[in-house]
């Protein structure tokens, strides 16, 4: 299985914009790079997902290199609840869609 | 439109017994998966159902086994339970068929089991 790096814990300050890095070497050319996030007290939720170009929704932007090796999670304006847990995650292709979780970045948000 | 329920909330069970877990996939999802997540650590994958039938499975025991109904609802039973057992028990449901990597998943809010 594809693995993924991400550092550990990260800060940053309310209404900044925040950029989680992950590294993934190893991915394949049909791996999908999907990031979710876990809230304290909830399940993971699904944040945005890209296979080579950059992507945008209400949520966030995933920027993902050229080389597909490194991508990074943008959150353009943090607030207090978008601490949490976050996520780099290479989904496989077919019809299952089990997913491999790392151990995350905790991002903490201070006012 | 309800999301993924899970039940119960919390459980607490004693070494050697067995417990069973349940979960209501999304609306409109037919294919369950579990996952166990020890404290500090991510999800690992347990299995996956889809069509009543075990899809896909990751590294856990045969102590470890599952169930889907015909109303795609699923459980999961763990039997002989060891200290080492306690953990969120969480439930993702998605879409059979669509390309696996396109495939969000959804959540439940998990089952805390703890085993003294």
């Known amino acids: 299985d594809a693995k993924t790096t991400q550092p550990n814990s990260m800060e940053s300050n309310e209404e900044e914009p925040v950029h989680l890095p992950c590294n993934h070497s190893?991915?394949?050319?049909?791996?999908?790079i999907h990031w979710y996030r876990q809230l304290p007290s909830q399940g993971p939720e699904y944040v945005i997902h890209?296979?080579?170009s950059n992507v945008n929704n209400r949520m966030a932007s995933l920027a993902i290199a050229e080389d597909r090796k490194s991508s990074t999670l943008i959150l353009h304006r943090a607030t207090l609840r978008d601490a949490a847990v976050y996520y780099c995650?290479?989904?496989?292709?077919?019809?299952?869609?089990?997913?491999?979780f790392g151990t995350g970045t905790l991002l903490a948000v201070q006012p | 439109d309800a999301g993924v329920t899970q039940s119960p909330t919390h459980l607490i069970k004693t070494r050697g017994q067995q417990v069973t877990l349940r979960c209501s996939p999304k609306?409109?999802?037919?294919?369950v998966s579990w996952y166990q997540q020890a404290l500090g650590q991510g999800p690992q994958f347990i299995f996956q159902?889809?069509?009543?039938?075990?899809?896909q499975r990751g590294n856990f025991p045969d102590r470890f086994s599952g169930h889907q109904f015909p109303n795609y609802s699923s459980e999961l039973n763990v039997n002989a339970l060891l200290l080492g057992d306690s953990a969120l028990y969480l439930c993702?449901?998605?879409?059979?068929?669509?390309?696996?990597?396109?495939?969000?998943?959804?959540f439940g809010p998990g089952t805390r089991l703890t085993v003294l």
């Open positions: 995650i290479l989904a496989y292709g077919g019809a299952t869609n089990k997913l491999i």
């Open positions: 159902y889809y069509e009543e039938e075990e899809r």
């Open positions: 609306s409109g999802h037919d294919t």
């Open positions: 890209g296979l080579t």
């Open positions: 190893t991915i394949s050319g049909t791996d999908y």
């Open positions: 993702a449901s998605s879409l059979w068929g669509l390309s696996g990597a396109m495939n969000e998943q959804f």
